[in-house]
Each structure stands twice: as structure tokens, then as C-alpha cells.
């Protein structure tokens, strides 16, 4: 059965960082496109980083130049840094896989069960 597990959140002062990781069955890594995603109260569920995997990373302007995406294909691991937190970064963060063909098509995506991160002092 395929799983993504995340874990690494917490509480964290304005300014503080942080690193999310997101394990992955061994199954899918390779061959999937990861992002995570977050989810704030009363707030649709918005993108915050992609990777391919090549490691080409994007990320929306909300988050370029605080958060970094990474990837390790042979620990099947992704990881999120984040750097000079904000209260307004606080959501539940979820990792996301795109199970991709080798034509690029989209097989199957696959959802972790999120992780909470909050950001205060």
C-alpha cells in the first residue's frame, strides 16, 4: 500500500525555522512529481512547492526565497525548509506525489495526512 508520512511540524517562534519531511513508499518516489501543499482555517488548501524528479523545484511568490524543496531518491524522502516563518505560514502541511507515466502522464496522486504547523510566539 502506498503511503506518504509526514512529519517535523511544531511550533515555531515568528523568524524561526523549520523542515518538514514527507516519506514515501519506495514504490512511487522515483516516478512521481512531489509537492507539498498547506491548509489554513477557513482557507482553501494552497500550493506551497513542487519538485520534479530531477529535482527542478517551483515554488509561488508567497513562499520563494523562504522555503526550500528538496528531494532524496534513495532515502524515498522529501523535505521542506522554511525560514523566516510568519504567523500567516501556520496550516496544516501536506505532502502530495504525482505517480507519473513515463510519458508524463498523471497515473495517480496520493495525499499524506498532513502535519501542523504553527507560527508564533
Known amino acids: 500500500q502506498v503511503q506518504l508520512v509526514e512529519s517535523g511540524g511544531g511550533l515555531v517562534q515568528p523568524g524561526g525555522p523549520l523542515r518538514l519531511s514527507c516519506a514515501a513508499s519506495r514504490s512511487i518516489f522515483s516516478n512521481s512529481v512531489m509537492a507539498w501543499y498547506r491548509q489554513a482555517p477557513g482557507k482553501e488548501r494552497e500550493l506551497v512547492a513542487t519538485?520534479?524528479?530531477?529535482?527542478?523545484?517551483n515554488y509561488p511568490d508567497s513562499v520563494k526565497g523562504r522555503f526550500t524543496i528538496s528531494r532524496d531518491n534513495v532515502k524515498n524522502t522529501m523535505y521542506l525548509q522554511m525560514i523566516s516563518l510568519k504567523p500567516e505560514d501556520t496550516a496544516v502541511y501536506y505532502c502530495?506525489?504525482?505517480?507519473?507515466?513515463?510519458?508524463?502522464?498523471?497515473?495517480?496522486?496520493?495525499w499524506g495526512q498532513g502535519t501542523q504547523v504553527t507560527v508564533s510566539s
Open positions: 519538485i520534479t524528479s530531477g529535482g527542478r523545484a
Open positions: 502530495k506525489a504525482d505517480f507519473i507515466s513515463p510519458s508524463g502522464v498523471i497515473l495517480r496522486t496520493y
